[in-house]
């Protein structure tokens, strides 16, 4: 069961706090900015905490402060070797803060030696330490550590909220890191890309794939996971195969563990003319 941000801040204003959590849902942005505010409500010397004005605030906010540990993927993962170089940190005494606090972010991407580390520590947590994992999605965390830690769910903010970037957030389907990465690529580069790739599908011509390339592996990502979001609201309708989705995101994971991009890619084509091509739109 999922609590939200603001109970959970209710709690820690009252000294009630859990030691280790899954904060999930939303962007890895929205969701750093809550762990700083709670880093806030549980370390801030003012009066209404967190008051972003005394010095603990103004050191969390820049990102300076000691006690607060932030591990993100090197590459495509977290390795063991991240969270030993995080437990000799952890294992010292608090430098100044009331509650350390470690953020995992990204943590559907922990390789499982180091969830299991992690586990441990959070089974004997150092005094005052709170382990929280981030994750978009909470159905990537193993279940040992989602039914051991408090989770909290953010929802994704509303389209509104994105003022000009409203065709990025469309297109992302609401997922706010998927929207990130399609504005620094640009809508237009990546909606001539899918284009393109319907095109191919349709004609059932496998050389017209060849116009799909060159393409960089991230870019490529990018493109499927849009082009995943396009094929979940035709699969709802009822106008494409779950299958086409299946295989969809079956060549996203494929793709994030270092398999050749082109040829996952052109599997992909491949089975997608198979399954039968859809009519865009
Ligand atoms: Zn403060």
């Known amino acids: 069961m999922s609590i939200n ?26 969701r750093r900015r809550a762990v700083l505010e709670l880093a806030g409500v549980l370390n801030c010397k003012g009066e209404h905490r967190p008051c972003w004005e005394c ?39 608090v430098y100044e803060a009331r509650y350390r606090i470690c953020l995992i972010e990204e943590a559907d991407k922990l390789t499982l030696p180091a969830a299991n580390a992690l586990l441990k520590i959070a089974e004997e947590p150092p005094e005052n330490t709170i382990i929280i994992f981030s994750s978009g999605n909470a159905e990537g965390i193993i279940d040992t550590l989602q039914s051991r830690a408090q989770l909290v769910y953010f ?11 409203r065709e990025e957030f469309r297109l992302s389907g609401g997922d706010p890191d998927l929207a990130r990465a399609i504005q620094e690529h640009s809508p237009d580069h990546v909606q001539r890309w ?81 399954l039968g091509g859809t009519k865009i739109g």
């Open 194 to 274: 899918l284009e393109k790739y319907f095109d191919t599908i349709e004609s059932g011509d496998f050389i017209k794939a060849f116009g799909l390339f060159p393409l960089e592996k991230e870019e490529c990502q990018i493109f499927l996971q849009v082009l995943a979001v396009i094929i979940k609201k035709m699969v709802l309708k009822g106008q494409v195969s779950p299958q086409v989705l299946t295989e969809i995101r079956q060549t996203i994971e494929v793709i994030r563990r270092q398999v050749n991009h082109r040829l996952a890619l052109e599997v992909l084509v491949l089975k997608h003319m198979k």
């Open 55 to 93: 010095s603990v605030c103004k050191k969390i906010r820049s990102g300076n402060h000691p006690d607060i540990q932030i591990v993100r993927p090197q590459k495509t993962s977290i390795g063991i070797e991240q969270v030993f170089s995080l437990q000799k940190k952890i294992y010292r005494k």
């Open 5 to 30: 941000f603001r109970v959970l801040k209710e709690a820690a204003l009252e000294g009630r706090i859990a030691h280790l959590f899954l904060f999930h849902g939303s962007g890895t942005k929205e």
């Open 155 to 165: 929802s994704p903010p509303d389209e509104e909220e994105w003022g000009e970037e």
